[in-house]
């Protein structure tokens, strides 16, 4: 993670790097978000309290490159967060987000990623961007398309999910130069 | 430390690297390098048996199944390994034969082992493999093995000359039991 990370998203948002001082604001959003998010995502679970929270922010801090444990912020409250996990073996970046409930709906997460993707291509001369995300979720899919990642494929059985249960997976890619094109 | 070793049969045995192999293992992908270099992304930083050795010490100290050889007689002709997915509870499976071992089958009896593996011991729900899409007999492997094609990653991995489209093929539990002729 970049702790320096800040970059505004207009309306008074923001995207920061998460800090320790924030691990109890993000446990208290995913305990409100618990079965929605697990419907989705398979890091619910090890949410267990703010001390797991600050095991994360922690051990992201250990990668200094990728663009990951990001919180986006309207005024003071946690609406949630978007990561880009670096991989510096081919520089090909993994985007991930999640909103709590209550932010849903204003394209809070498509301007944070625009703008990681962004970073992740002018400052980290990342090659390819992927995302993957439930065949079913289609809120997410829909933040794919507006982002102009090209769907790839589905995985099938690809996520595992709250309850043990198992989800599809579509892939979706954006390389630079499509990037490029498309500013 | 996860070290296996079966016997397939017909002298072809899958055994763990332990340092001791490092000579005969580096001097294989040596010998074949014109061969790997077009598809494998390790090829470019295997330039010395240092790099063999600090390949096999990460292996040893991981928790995945990486390092494995495949040995036919007591000689080493390929290398093969599985890396997990915990939060996906899914495995990907990789490997490569050196100059003059191709076309023997004996890459596609040990991922069938692999597979029981993955799936009876280690109790996966999915199984990857993905293949540069122009790497024909890689992918013929993973069609003899009855995996699904699932999409192609464009520019998915970046190998000496550059970035690879790379076709994505999957199996999940139950089909790899049904191909296995149990219900």
Redo the contacts between chains.
């Keep these: 993670m970049r702790p320096d990370l800040h970059i505004e998203l207009g309306g008074g948002a923001i995207l920061r790097a998460f800090t320790d001082a924030d691990a109890e604001a993000l446990f208290s959003v995913i305990e409100a978000n618990r079965v929605r998010l697990a419907r989705w995502f398979?890091?619910v679970d090890a949410a267990t309290d703010a001390s797991s929270q600050v095991a994360w922010i922690e051990a992201r801090a250990g990668d200094p490159r990728s663009l990951d444990a990001n919180g986006i912020w309207v005024g003071d409250q946690l609406a949630g967060g978007c990561d880009l996990l670096i991989r510096p073996?081919?520089?090909?970046g993994e985007l991930g987000f999640w909103l709590d409930e209550e932010f849903v709906g204003r394209g809070l997460v498509t301007r944070a990623a625009q703008l990681l993707i962004a970073c992740g291509f002018e400052q980290e001369e990342l090659?390819?961007v992927?995302l993957r995300a439930g065949v079913e979720n289609l809120r997410s899919r829909a933040v794919a398309k507006r982002l102009k990642m090209?769907e790839?494929?589905?995985?099938?059985?690809?996520?595992?999910v709250g309850g043990g249960m198992?989800v599809d997976l579509a892939?979706y890619?954006l390389?630079v130069d499509d990037w490029r094109l498309t500013r | 430390m996860n070290q296996l070793l079966w016997d397939l049969g017909d002298g072809l045995v899958v055994r763990t690297y332990v340092m001791d192999d490092a000579d005969e293992l580096f001097a294989l992908v040596d010998a074949s390098r014109e061969r790997l270099r077009p598809w494998m992304i390790w090829e470019p930083t295997t330039t010395t048996v240092a790099d063999t050795r600090a390949f096999i010490r990460s292996c040893l100290d991981s928790t995945d199944y990486e390092g494995n050889g495949l040995w036919r007689d007591g000689r080493l002709i390929g290398g093969i390994g599985l890396s997990l997915d915990t939060l996906a509870n899914s495995g990907e499976i990789g490997y490569w034969v050196g100059d003059g071992h191709e076309g023997q089958g004996t890459v596609t009896r040990a991922c069938a082992r692999f597979l029981d593996f993955a799936f009876d011991e280690l109790g996966l729900h999915r199984m990857e493999l993905s293949a540069a899409v122009a790497n024909a007999r890689s992918r013929a492997v993973a069609e003899r093995l009855g995996m699904r094609e699932e999409g192609v990653a464009r520019d998915g991995c970046r190998v000496a000359a550059g970035y690879l489209d790379l076709v994505s093929y999957g199996i999940l539990e139950d089909e790899w039991r049904a191909r296995r002729g149990e219900r």
Excluded at chain 1, 89 to 92: A, Q
Excluded at chain 1, 152 to 160: D, F, S
């Design positions: 398979p890091w073996v081919d520089d090909i090659h390819r992927q090209r790839e494929g589905v995985m099938r059985g690809a996520g595992k198992y892939m890619g390389l």
